[in-house]
């Protein structure tokens, strides 16, 4: 089966960057990337294309190339569904804030309208693509769903998880460790529909990196992966405070363990806490499966990578104030960066927001530098937690345009974002405008403690 017309349901992170791939990679396919939120359309068709919601290395290159070729992006949900061959869905699927499973569940609402919508608008046979990560087993549900309007279409449903990272999206999916796609391989049409979209991935994947697997597994295989992952961040970040205490250095410790091949040594650097949208939900949501099969051991193992990260960022903060002879009341703390990661404007369960939350409570005013997020979105994300109202979170936090102009007779700066240009700053520059004594805190391990106490910094840095 030859794939002609693709949907994709929810122009984010992921089905922004994923699908301007694909177009780029299968000129023969017309790929229409779809949402409800039309100032993010908007910005997709956005005449400059350096005007594109997401900000990914590389990224406004491919869409300027494939966009209007055979890259559309659009608000007409029914019109695309209707003459795909293939849907992806690729909508969020937050934790939910409300009812059973509240605070861990994944909220699938989202996914749900989704399917009623296709439900309704299909003519023709489709194949339905889980992109979005979601629970073991909710293939199941989907099929409930579109297999009991009947109106006679017959629907394939393949799970498809993404395994890009924010920051280097484009070169993950150009050149991705393995593709999965899970399907009903047991059936000829469930082969059938895998095969076209293995054929897909094929235009530029080597076809030994694309596995595929039984729905299911592919399902539970994008949780554990991620579960892994900050699992490594959490066990290297638990070693940190030990380092701490006792004269070791992580970054040592972190090469001399990573050197064991059986090991590895990617994803073993220490921080103040791993963010982003995806690893918390998404081991949270482990944690509530295990429960709900009343595998509680199974719960408490994982729920302890998340127990630590909270523990590393409060960690972080409470050190702050602690060094800063027990008050932060009325201080000046710089903030270098924002966002969850570096090259990226995304600050989704960004470390710093809990940082800064928790320094505002002891008094402190907070001057913020990132240089991909916008004064908006810091705001939104202090009101989001509702810890104090609008106004005060505009009292007490300041965002400027600039490092130096951040630093500024801070008393202390926290780097909070691994940002390369914070490498390149003119520290000695930065020190002469601080107060005195002047405090940098590293959180990402990115400045060169030597250099800095030699300008004259009192340096502190995760787990050294
Ligand atoms: N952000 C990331 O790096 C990764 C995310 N994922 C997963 O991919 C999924 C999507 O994540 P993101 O792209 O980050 O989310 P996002 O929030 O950036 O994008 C989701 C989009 O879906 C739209 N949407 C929601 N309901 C809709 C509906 N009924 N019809 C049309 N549009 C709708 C929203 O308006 C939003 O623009 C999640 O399940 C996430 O766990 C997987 C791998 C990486
Ligand atoms: O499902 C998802 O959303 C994605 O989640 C992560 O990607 P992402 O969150 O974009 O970024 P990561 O590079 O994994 O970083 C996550 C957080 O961990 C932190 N981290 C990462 C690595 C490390 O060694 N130390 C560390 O503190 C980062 O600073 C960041 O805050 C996974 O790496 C992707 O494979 C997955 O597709």
């Known amino acids: 089966m030859k794939i002609k017309n693709i949907c994709c349901i929810g122009a984010g992170y992921v089905g922004g960057p994923t699908m301007a791939v694909i177009a780029q990679k299968c000129p023969e396919i017309d790929i229409t990337v779809v949402d409800i939120n039309e100032k993010r359309i908007a910005a997709w068709n956005d005449e400059n294309v350096d005007n594109i919601p997401i900000y990914e290395p590389g990224l406004s290159e491919i869409v300027e190339e494939a966009r209007d070729r055979n890259l559309f992006f659009s608000t007409d949900i029914d019109a695309a569904i209707d003459k795909a061959d293939m849907i992806f869905i690729s909508v969020n699927t937050p934790t939910k804030t409300y009812g059973i499973g509240k605070g861990m569940a994944a909220d699938l609402k989202y996914i749900e309208l989704c399917a009623r919508q296709i439900a309704r608008v299909a003519k023709d046979d489709k194949i339905v693509v889980e992109k979005s990560t979601l629970p073991v087993r909710t293939a199941q549900a989907l099929k409930d769903i579109l297999d009991n309007t009947g109106n006679g279409v017959n629907y394939q449903i393949l799970s498809n998880p993404e395994f890009l990272a924010e920051g280097t999206a484009v070169d993950d999916l150009m050149d991705p460790d393995r593709v999965l796609i899970g399907g009903d391989i047991d059936t000829s049409e469930g082969e059938e529909a895998v095969q ?89 949501n482990l944690v509530y499966i295990a429960k709900s099969f009343g595998l509680n051991e199974v719960a408490d193992y994982w729920e302890q990578v998340i127990i630590m990260n909270d523990h590393q960022k409060k960690r972080f903060a409470s050190n702050i104030v602690k060094t800063l002879y027990n008050t932060v009341s009325g201080k000046k703390i710089a903030f270098l960066g924002w966002a969850f990661k570096k090259d990226t404007n995304d600050t989704r369960e960004s470390a710093a927001i809990y940082v800064a939350d928790y320094l505002l409570n002891e008094q402190a005013e907070i001057v913020i530098y990132d240089p991909k997020v916008r004064a908006e979105q810091i705001y939104a994300d202090l009101d989001y937690l509702n810890t104090r109202t609008e106004e005060e979170n505009r009292k007490q936090v300041k965002v400027v345009n600039s490092a130096y102009e951040a630093c500024e007779e801070a008393h202390a700066v926290a780097l909070l974002t691994e940002w390369d240009e914070f490498k390149e700053l003119d520290w000695k520059k930065i020190y002469e405008s601080m107060l005195k004594p002047a405090f940098l805190f590293d959180g990402r391990r990115l400045l060169e403690r030597k250099t800095k106490e030699k300008i004259g910094f009192e340096f502190y840095a995760i787990g050294s």
């Open 196 to 284: 076209a979209l293995v054929d897909i991935y094929a235009h530029w994947v080597p076809e030994d990196r694309i596995l595929t697997t039984n729905v299911w597994s592919s399902e539970l295989s994008k949780l554990t992966a991620n579960a892994f992952l900050a699992q490594r961040v959490s066990s290297i970040n638990a070693m940190s405070e030990l380092c701490e205490k006792t004269g070791a250095d992580v970054n040592e410790v972190s090469i001399a363990v990573g050197m064991d091949s059986r090991i590895g040594s990617k994803f073993l650097k220490s921080s103040v806490g791993f963010g982003g949208s995806c690893f918390q939900k998404d081991i949270l």
